[in-house]
């Protein structure tokens, strides 16, 4: 690859919108680091033909979320990845039991929707405007508001479960 | 946790993890060697023993295909060349829609479609390899008594003892596999309908 620097420079800058990806399509550690590894590959494998016609980080989305659907596959044929003590600990990981166990309750939130919501409710989290999520996901701008009119419907409702 | 409040505890996570980078060059490099290897290597290697075997099988009947006097071992012999040829097509063609989401171009509709009709497909593939093995475990032993053992099963006492036992054998296997066939298909029905409303 020609942009190999260019490659480890929008990965590392990017590294944080990749772990939380994988963090939420996933249920184990072990699982999690197996798809943020696919994600980057996934992601070398396209680097070459990514033409600038959109943002970075839209298209760093849309192959994330598109790996993580493949890997809702994976537990059939797990794949051979870099083994786990190589890989560096999640950001979440600091000391602070208290934001881990607020981010762990997070996560437990967005993992309750279902796999269309995830990915929506994802992008909004990440301050995406409903066009920007429109343009990512593929729904229109106005099915993205009354979807996360409805995300916000279940969370209430989760609240007073 | 409301979706407001979730955003703030969202943008503060964000805020740690972009405070906390830890991937290094060489990681990265690593990650996709790593990858590359066992796409371009390992990629359906089960299917691809079991396909050899398939085929190293049929070639075997087809050349001793004159060895099958009568005419059911002949209908034995060439449904099981038939079977042993469209078992491994099939297996290979369950994998290629499983695994036929592209992760580049497509938007998450687009991918949540492909993988929920995929998933159709494949079920109906798998159940079909599934009638195919059935039908093979019942023809196969006619034509390979009589091309390695040189005797006409059939009129064995014990071939009925076989047929019911392999009966049995499938109806159970068949009522497991047919179960977790129905939460796959279950999953992709969900999937649909999630993206329809």
Known sequence: ?161 | MKLEEMKIAWEEMSADIGRQKKITDSLIIKMTQINYRNKTLKIAVPETIGSFGCMAMALYIAIHFQELHTWYLQGCGLITLITLVLLPIISFRSIYVITAVQVEGNKYKESLLQYANGKKKFVALQKMNFYLGAILLVVILPVTGQLIGGKDVFKQHWIWLWFSTSFIFFYILAGRIFRKYVNIITEAQTILRELEE
Do not use: C
């Open chain 1, 1 to 161: 690859m020609q942009n190999k620097n260019e490659f480890i420079r929008v990965v590392q800058e990017n590294e944080g919108l990749i772990y939380k990806v994988a963090k939420l399509y996933t249920d184990s550690r072990e699982d999690e680091q197996d798809l943020y590894q696919e994600i980057i590959y996934q992601l070398w494998k396209s680097f070459d033909g990514f033409r600038n016609e959109s943002k970075i980080s839209t298209w760093m989305y849309r192959i994330a979320l598109n790996t993580s659907i493949v890997h809702l596959n994976r537990e059939r044929r797990k794949g051979k990845y870099v083994p786990i003590d190589e890989m560096p600990a999640p950001p979440s990981d600091n000391g602070n039991t208290l934001k881990a166990e607020r981010i762990e309750a997070l996560y437990a939130h967005i993992k309750n929707l279902n796999t269309v919501e995830k990915g929506i409710v994802l992008l909004y989290l990440e301050g995406k405007s409903y066009e920007e999520i429109a343009g990512i996901t593929g729904f229109s701008v106005s099915n993205v508001g009354t979807r996360l009119g409805r995300i916000k419907q279940k969370l209430s409702s989760q609240i007073k479960k």
